[in-house]
């Protein structure tokens, strides 16, 4: 078989300008969906203060905690690099230096991940 | 012999054969473009204080309760805050969500049908949001009886 015929994939040209859009759409998808849940779980308040109380309490269990650091790990990232997009898109030098900028993204969400994952964990397991 | 004219693209006289965007669409993709970068600019402020105000003081989550939305909800400031937010986010993500089905979604019916159920939901999240944040009752009386709590006055 010729080499000609392997399927070129699909990748457009990778690195960080790919990578970090790509994140950019699953974050933001991810974040939609917890948004509509979250609305409608915030809505019972106009059920009963019991039925809120009674969600709310899930949110609050360990592997939920857990699921509110990939949230908010989410969140951060989208939040960063979103910040990046807006550079890339309206400072002149914001192309120029968007790998550096993306580098700036992922080492402000590491940490500010670090210090909320240690707070989020206490509150979570009653530290 | 003449030479064909051939106007420069920006001087607004160019033949619409030659037109990249048909005039139905407007200008809608370049005011959702710019709306991303807005709205996107705003919401850093307000979920980064929701998350911090929510999870981060006090005692975080554990002391999410009825009580607590009805603590934030006394103030306007929250209640403006919570409704800016709302509006905000659902468009924003709403957005994102027509960008990504028209990017992936092939076939014309697919895509009318997931961009149907995305802005049923988006109306319904909205709306029923907007409603509970103006219509909120921290005292609510449910089949006669009174939810019992310090803020609310014995009658």
New interface residues.
């Given amino acids: 078989m010729s080499k000609t015929l392997v399927p070129a994939g699909t990748l457009y040209r990778g690195r960080e300008g790919q990578w970090s859009w790509v994140a950019h759409?699953i974050t933001?998808?991810v974040?939609?969906f917890f948004?509509?849940v979250h609305?409608?779980d915030?809505?019972l308040?106009?059920v009963?203060?019991e039925a809120?109380?009674a969600v709310?309490a899930s949110?609050?269990n360990p592997i939920m905690?857990l699921g509110?650091l990939g949230l908010?790990a989410a969140?951060v990232f989208h939040?960063f690099n979103?910040?990046r997009?807006?550079l890339v898109?309206?400072w002149k030098k914001g192309p120029r230096y968007h790998r550096q900028m993306l580098w700036s993204v992922v080492g402000l969400w590491a940490v500010v991940m670090i210090a909320?994952s240690i707070?989020?964990l206490?509150?979570?397991f009653?530290g | 012999m003449a030479t064909p004219t051939i106007e420069s693209p920006r001087s607004g006289r160019v033949s619409p054969g030659y037109s990249r965007s048909s005039a139905s669409r407007g200008n809608f993709e370049m005011i959702a473009w710019l709306f991303m970068r807005l709205s996107g600019a705003l919401l850093v402020v307000l979920i980064f204080v929701h998350l911090y105000v929510n999870l981060v003081t006090g005692d975080g989550i554990s002391a999410i309760d009825f009580g607590f939305v009805a603590g934030k909800w006394a103030d306007p400031l929250w209640q403006i805050w919570d409704l800016t937010m709302l509006w905000l986010a659902m468009l924003h993500g709403t957005n994102g969500i027509r960008v990504i089905i028209n990017d992936y979604a092939e076939k014309n019916s697919t895509r009318m049908w997931l961009k149907g159920v995305l802005y049923t939901s988006t109306v319904v999240i909205v709306v029923l949001g907007t409603l509970v944040i103006f219509t909120f009752d921290p005292c609510p009386v449910i089949d006669g009886v009174a939810h019992v709590a310090d803020y609310c006055s014995a009658t």
């Fill in positions: 759409r933001g998808v974040i939609f948004l509509l609305v409608l915030t809505s308040v106009r009963s203060p809120y109380d709310i949110y609050k905690g509110e908010v969140i939040a979103g910040i997009v807006i898109d309206f909320f707070r989020h206490m509150h979570v009653g």
